[in-house]
């Protein structure tokens, strides 16, 4: 390879420094042997306005050098797939999604049964640990969804009555603005030569969609039902032992409303005891007060056959996988890209209500849900059946989010947040509401 012959600075200020020679020089080329002193250039800016950046270190991260490196490495492993395949979910690609990109390939790389040390070593050399919060508060806050457990017939019985139905050929769903997930858009059927609102969670219990062949199978109960709507996917088994995987597949556009937050608001449960065990409980024990309450929530989601899955597979998150129990976790898709890796450290309910155990895991983002909104905002994907169920119930505890950046970005120049506006002291909090495990 032929050495290309650059101009020396003597010659360069010859000219008076014509604007390619003084180029030249402050890109450190001129003369010839400043070209190998070039500097590297900086690593790009990662800016998050809603949120609050710190940057942290591994070595002070409570729990991190105890936990399963290996398995959160096997969930990551599972999100590369997309990320090398596909495109971010807005235009242009976000930083974080361009940065992840080598950095799969690098974990493909990896022989499949990697030891505990080098998994921990990956993500350290990979990523660096940035603590991130919203601006009005130090924490995060977490709830948990799972995947109910059904029994049920194909066909209507007098112990299975209420059916879940597939997505009508009528619904009209709005697209959603880029990055917005699809169960926030609005959703219409044709009437006539104009568009209306579609049915609402009444109209349907009250037989709207009733004789037009779209059952899936048919379930106990309207709470069957409307626990796995909120759940987004169920396993349902026949009386011959098949087990069906059902799977969202669309929504009528109405809005969501948490039942949780009205039986406090009733003062029927106290806000330290809501759960969804303690909803159910409710519903079961008050069939005419639980059916008018489910109906606050016009919300109603549709589903589909998930044959693609498994019997060991976990349901499918928004990134197009199936779920790993502990693992994955649902974020706001707005603001994060899938894939990306969280440290979670927090205390919560896991061996039943009013104790606090200790949670440092970490978590690949690969699921979203309307109600998982802010920066430090997740849902904790916690299996199938009855017992995960009450877990994920009782979660809705606040939480440090470590979010693994990749080393190529920068968060250290970010700007400080702007500070909250302070909250008049006659205002109370809003009671919080999530998607999945939060009812």
């Given at each position: 390879?032929?050495?290309?012959?650059?101009?020396?600075?003597?010659?360069?200020?010859?000219?008076?420094?014509?604007?390619?020679?003084?180029?030249?020089?402050?890109?450190?080329?001129?003369?010839?042997?400043?070209?190998?002193?070039?500097?590297?250039?900086?690593?790009?800016?990662?800016?998050?306005?809603?949120?609050?950046?710190?940057?942290?270190?591994?070595?002070?991260?409570?729990?991190?050098?105890?936990?399963?490196?290996?398995?959160?490495?096997?969930?990551?492993?599972?999100?590369?797939?997309?990320?090398?395949?596909?495109?971010?979910?807005?235009?242009?690609?976000?930083?974080?999604?361009?940065?992840?990109?080598?950095?799969?390939?690098?974990?493909?790389?990896?022989?499949?049964?990697?030891?505990?040390?080098?998994?921990?070593?990956?993500?350290?050399?990979?990523?660096?640990?940035?603590?991130?919060?919203?601006?009005?508060?130090?924490?995060?806050?977490?709830?948990?969804?799972?995947?109910?457990?059904?029994?049920?017939?194909?066909?209507?019985?007098?112990?299975?009555?209420?059916?879940?139905?597939?997505?009508?050929?009528?619904?009209?769903?709005?697209?959603?603005?880029?990055?917005?997930?699809?169960?926030?858009?609005?959703?219409?059927?044709?009437?006539?030569?104009?568009?209306?609102?579609?049915?609402?969670?009444?109209?349907?219990?009250?037989?709207?969609?009733k004789d037009r062949g779209l059952e899936i199978v048919w379930v106990r109960s309207a709470a069957d039902v409307f626990f796995t709507q909120i759940q987004g996917s169920a396993r349902v088994r026949l009386p011959d032992g098949t087990v069906l995987r059902l799977n969202y597949d669309g929504h009528n556009g109405q809005t969501y409303t948490p039942v949780g937050r009205i039986l406090v608001e009733r003062g029927i449960v106290p806000r330290e005891k809501i759960s969804m065990d303690a909803i159910r409980a409710y519903i079961a024990d008050h069939p005419a007060e639980g059916r008018e309450l489910m109906r606050q929530n016009k919300s109603y989601v549709f589903f589909r056959l998930a044959t693609e899955l498994s019997a060991t597979d976990g349901a499918v998150g928004a990134q197009g996988l199936p779920l790993t129990a502990g693992r994955s976790i649902a974020v706001d898709r707005r603001l994060h890209v899938y894939g990306t890796p969280f440290f979670i450290d927090a205390r919560l309910p896991l061996d039943g209500p009013g104790t606090s155990n200790t949670f440092q895991r970490l978590m690949i983002a690969q699921d979203t849900g309307s109600a998982i909104v802010g920066p430090a905002r997740a849902d904790l994907f916690l299996g199938a059946g009855a017992e995960a169920g009450s877990v994920a119930g009782r979660i809705q505890n606040r939480g440090r989010f470590i979010m693994l950046l990749p080393r190529r970005l920068d968060p250290t120049r970010a700007p400080p947040p702007p500070r909250p506006p302070r909250r008049p002291a006659h205002l109370p909090a809003e009671a919080s509401s999530g998607a999945g495990g939060t009812p």
């Open positions: 390879m032929r050495t290309p012959i650059l101009p020396s600075a003597r010659f360069c200020r010859a000219l008076a420094l014509s604007l390619a020679c003084a180029l030249l020089l402050a890109a450190g080329l001129a003369g010839g042997p400043a070209l190998a002193r070039e500097k590297p250039h900086p690593a790009p800016l990662f800016v998050m306005p809603e949120a609050a950046l710190e940057p942290a270190r591994f070595a002070n991260l409570p729990g991190w050098a105890q936990d399963d490196h290996r398995a959160a490495l096997a969930t990551f492993r599972a999100s590369c797939g997309p990320i090398l395949r596909g495109t971010d979910e807005v235009t242009p690609p976000r930083p974080v999604f361009l940065a992840l990109r080598p950095i799969c390939r690098e974990a493909l790389r990896l022989p499949r049964h990697t030891s505990e040390a080098r998994a921990r070593r990956f993500f350290e050399q990979a990523f660096r640990p940035v603590l991130i919060s919203p601006i009005e508060s130090p924490t995060g806050f977490l709830t948990g969804y799972y995947e109910p457990e059904l029994e049920g017939s194909l066909t209507p019985t007098a112990e299975f009555t209420t059916p879940i139905y597939r997505r009508p050929a009528d619904l009209i769903l709005e697209s959603p603005a880029p990055g917005v997930p699809a169960n926030r858009g609005q959703a219409f059927r044709r009437e006539g030569d104009r568009l209306v609102p579609y049915y609402d969670r009444a109209a349907i219990d009250d037989g709207a969609l």
